[in-house]
């Protein structure tokens, strides 16, 4: 068994808790480049082959342990790309991956920290969020991940180390939440209207759970006032910093834009005043009129807190792996969230939220969840692209 503190999920056993890992890493596969790098070809990253083959599990299930050892590295690509759908701040994607015969090994990439995460919460946030597309990318392959997670205390960037355990088919929300991966995308602009349907928030608040979190519903109007006045206050504050005004618009894209990172104009919204019911958004298009999705539209219907009981590294990667989970989950039913860090950025206003809402843990998202029909999903970088020169 490995260290408890290693463990992606202390106590809970889904389809996918890690139970153990060898070492040895004999190749590399990296993903990496300069932000706003130029692609030098526009092929999507999930490729119709690939979307089928993440649902089919056919082939690998009469699997032999030597053949088990391979999968990996047959399948380097497909993992990486997977992966690298997942959600990052500023699309930053600030993760490598190295793959070998029998482990994917993660790796942080601090050239793509933002300076307004000196910690590298957000950072690590993102990258656990990678983790668990990773692990979802091996469901599809008919295995059981195994993840050992931040296995050398003397390589801070490394993150983690997937392997392949025992044969076992993807079940049916694992095949629904892998067909969602194309299309789930952070949603900045109005929700439709609707109810969520029955049962979804639970399922949601199951998924955070079985990955080391809490997702603290927002409800009742006196809880959404005092977390709206707080964060509004903060993001204020936020929008007036020169230093964070720098790094937006060093992440955001015109739509005239090529590159595969950071945010693009497609993916903004105006900011032609707040609709009710939202919680402030960053100002990403900085008066530059960039933005291409509308305001407006109706109150979304669930607002959500994202809590870790620890404010450590392991923490924020359980708390990204329990994001990604839960925003699949979601998107599985057509579901769609705006993520908001900005407030959590000061360390203040999170100890602030937290006890004004009296929240059992460490806020690292906030989110809001509805249906909605107006963004698309953003590029990533392919594996092994170059940097451009
Ligand atoms: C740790 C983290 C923080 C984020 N913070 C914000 C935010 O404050 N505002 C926002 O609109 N989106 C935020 N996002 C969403 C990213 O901008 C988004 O994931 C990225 O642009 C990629 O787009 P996609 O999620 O549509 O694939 C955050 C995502 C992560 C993982």
Redesign the pocket.
């Known amino acids: 068994m490995l260290p408890a503190q290693n463990r992606c999920r202390p106590g809970l056993r889904p389809p996918w808790d890690p139970v153990d890992a060898g070492r040895g890493v004999t190749a590399c596969v990296r993903v990496f480049g300069r932000p706003g790098s130029r692609p030098k070809t526009l092929t999507p990253v999930l490729a119709a082959g690939d979307h089928a083959r993440m649902s089919d599990s056919r082939d690998s299930m009469t699997g032999t342990t030597a053949v088990q050892a391979q999968v990996l590295a047959g399948h380097g690509r497909f993992l990486i790309a997977a992966a690298a759908?997942a959600?990052?701040?500023?699309?930053t994607q600030p993760w490598r991956f190295r793959v070998s015969p029998d482990v994917v090994e993660l790796w942080s990439d601090p050239q793509r920290k933002l300076r307004a995460d000196p910690s590298g919460r957000?950072m690590l946030?993102?990258c656990g969020?990678a983790l668990f597309g990773l692990r979802l990318a091996i469901r599809s392959l008919g295995y059981l991940p195994v993840t050992e997670l931040l296995p050398d205390p003397a390589q801070l960037r490394l993150l983690a180390r997937v392997r392949t355990g025992a044969a076992a088919p993807a079940n049916g929300l694992e095949r629904r939440m892998l067909d969602a991966v194309p299309h789930?995308?952070?949603h900045?602009g109005p929700f439709a209207p609707g109810p969520l349907p029955h049962g979804l928030l639970a399922g949601l608040q199951h998924d955070a759970l079985a990955e080391g979190a809490t997702l603290a519903l927002v409800t009742g109007g006196l809880a959404y006032d005092r977390l709206e006045r707080i964060t509004a206050a903060a993001a204020r504050r936020g929008d007036l910093n020169p230093r964070a005004r720098a790094e937006i618009r060093r992440w955001t894209r015109t739509a005239a834009s090529m590159a595969r990172d950071g945010?693009p104009a497609t993916?903004l919204a105006s900011r032609t005043g707040r609709p009710p019911g939202r919680l402030p958004?960053?100002d990403?298009d900085l008066d530059r009129g960039i933005a291409r999705l509308p305001s407006g539209g109706a109150p979304p219907p669930a607002t959500a807190v994202l809590l870790t009981p620890g404010d450590r590294r392991a923490d924020w990667l359980r708390a990204?792996q329990a994001?990604y989970r839960l925003l699949l989950h979601a998107a599985s039913q057509r579901l769609f969230a705006?993520?908001?860090?900005?407030p959590l950025e000061d360390t203040a206003t999170r100890g602030l939220i937290s006890s004004q809402l009296a929240l059992p843990g460490h806020p690292q998202?906030l989110l809001q969840l509805g249906p909605a029909t107006t963004a698309s999903?953003?590029g990533r970088r392919l594996p092994g692209e170059p940097d451009s020169p």
């Open positions: 759908r959600p990052s701040v500023h699309n957000e946030i993102s969020a789930r995308h952070t900045r945010i993916a958004q960053r990403f990204g994001l705006s993520l908001h860090t900005q998202m999903a953003t």
